[in-house]
């Protein structure tokens, strides 16, 4: 039963909105939330019984926010503790927000809830290419993806050069290279920062980079990097690398856990498919077993 509400003010509608979300939609939460993203608030203060406050507004709500329990939203990582104010780094995994936030509650004795199962599942790294391309190819690909999806919470990260679900809308997924950008910066939050960007549906999805370039001068250690912070600071179970038609970048196809080839019912895209699973197994290290696997969808 939903019956604690939080009031969220926040300066980024985005980032706002994907957190307001994660937190009231979460299957055990008891969380309503309210997500105030004009300052100062006109709504009352009164009407949120907890309150999550970015940093950069703190100065605007401190003494409104009397003795109501507050989680402060560190935006720098240079936030100093402060007596009876809960602080997180913003920039990090919705889950260890909601996880802090849980705990605050817990704190003030004004609440029971249950605690959220905070174990880690297996990790899956997968790897999809369909060498053909064509209308056909690309639905089946998406149909494929959304069967994966319903088996593991899942993002993907679309390495395609050429793509054409590119989003045009405001809101849209965000793209390898806004995810290229943070990588580089060397910030931590790295994981959480990809998937607040991420859209939610079937599964959460990362657009590509429109300069493939970008994509393909990341270096070994910083592919590393990425999937390490998505795996250790999400609750994603699963990371696919969507290569589309291809080509696929050896220093990804290294990190992978395992590698889906997928062709259809024509012969000419088994003998394609066929190719460039030969053009991989010369990348495997002589001794461990394939990670590479052809299916027909």
């Keep these: 039963m ?4 939080v009031g969220i003010y926040e300066t980024e509608m985005v ?19 309210g997500l105030y993203l004009e300052h100062p608030a006109a709504e009352p203060l009164a ?14 709500y401190r003494e409104a926010a009397g003795d109501k329990p507050v989680l402060l ?9 402060s007596d009876g104010i809960v602080t997180v780094f913003k920039y990090q995994s919705a889950a260890t927000i909601y996880d802090a936030l849980t705990d605050l509650c817990l704190n003030t004795g004004r609440w029971r809830m249950a605690m ?39 993002l993907c990260i679309s390495l395609e050069p050429v793509c054409s679900r590119m989003a045009e809308a405001e809101e849209g997924p965000g793209t390898m290279a806004e995810v290229i950008y943070y990588l580089r910066q060397g910030r931590p939050g790295l994981g959480s920062r990809v998937a607040m960007m991420a859209k939610g549906g079937a599964y959460d999805l990362i ?36 290569f589309g038609c291809g080509p696929v970048p050896e220093a990804v196809f290294r990190c992978l856990t395992h590698m889906k080839i997928l062709y259809g019912d024509d012969p000419w ?17 002589p001794g461990k077993s394939s990670v590479i696997d052809m299916e027909e969808i």
């Design 116 to 154: 959220r199962d905070s174990g880690k599942k297996p990790f899956e790294i997968l790897g999809i290419c369909r060498p053909a391309r064509s209308g056909e190819a690309v639905r089946d690909t998406e149909n494929y993806l959304a069967d994966l999806a319903g088996q593991a919470k899942m």
């Design 73 to 81: 939203l560190d935006e720098d990582g240079m936030m100093p503790a």
């Design 207 to 242: 657009l590509p980079a429109q300069v493939y370039s970008e994509v393909t001068d990341l270096r070994a250690e910083e592919w590393e990097r990425l999937i390490t912070a998505l795996h250790e600071e999400t609750d994603y179970e699963r990371l696919v690398f969507d």
């Design 269 to 285: 895209e088994n003998e394609i498919a066929g190719r460039l699973c030969r053009t991989l197994m010369a990348l495997e290290d």
């Design 47 to 60: 009407a949120s019984d907890v309150m999550i406050i970015s940093s950069s507004l703190w100065s605007l």
């Design 2 to 5: 939903k019956n604690i509400t």
């Design 15 to 33: 980032y706002g909105r994907r957190l307001a979300a994660y937190i009231s939609g979460y299957d055990r939460s008891p969380f309503i939330t």
